[in-house]
């Protein structure tokens, strides 16, 4: 009876097709901060994050469900006290997923980026250069 039991198992097993869910997430929090007090100084306060996602589903007859998440946040804070300085403050994200497939299975690309930059300066003669680049890049391929 064992046997019996045993063979129908395997063969149920090779019979019905597998379901299997292929999901990648990546998150990404990033936070740097600067702070200066006098005259004549450079504060510099810089956040990079990058993320590279791919994913390729056979196509043996399985149901393989794909799910790509990207979350990316950034922080960037300066602040000087004084005169004659320079805040420099930036944030890089770049996100780029990519998923191949056939026509049986199910995908989804999902990617969030946020970003938040604050200089602030008290004083005479201060500069202050914020900039933030995102760049999101999402590629599907059917067959």
Same mark, same amino acid.
Request: charged share 15%.
């Given at each position: 009876?064992?046997?019996? +039991? ?8 090779? +019979? ?12 990404? &929090? !990033? ?34 469900? &794909?799910?790509?998440?990207? +979350? ?17 403050? /930036? ?41 933030? !680049? ?5 590629? /599907?391929? !059917?067959?």
């Amino acid at each position: 009876m064992y046997h019996k +039991l045993l063979s129908l198992g395997i063969a149920a097993g090779i +019979l019905i097709p597998n379901i299997v869910l292929a999901e990648q997430k990546v998150i990404q &929090q !990033g936070s740097s901060s600067a702070t200066a007090i006098g005259n004549n100084n450079r504060v510099s306060s810089r956040v990079y994050q990058s993320v590279t996602q791919n994913q390729n589903a056979n196509n043996n007859g399985y149901i393989n469900r &794909q799910e790509q998440i990207s +979350l990316q946040e950034g922080h960037s804070n300066a602040t000087v006290v004084g005169d004659n300085n320079l805040i420099n403050t /930036k944030i890089n994200q770049n996100s780029i997923q990519i998923q191949e497939r056939n026509y049986r299975n199910r995908d989804n690309q999902r990617s969030q980026q946020n970003a938040v930059i604050h200089g602030e300066a008290i004083g005479d003669n201060n500069r202050i250069m914020n900039s933030t !680049g995102q760049y999101n890049r999402q590629n /599907k391929w !059917g067959y």
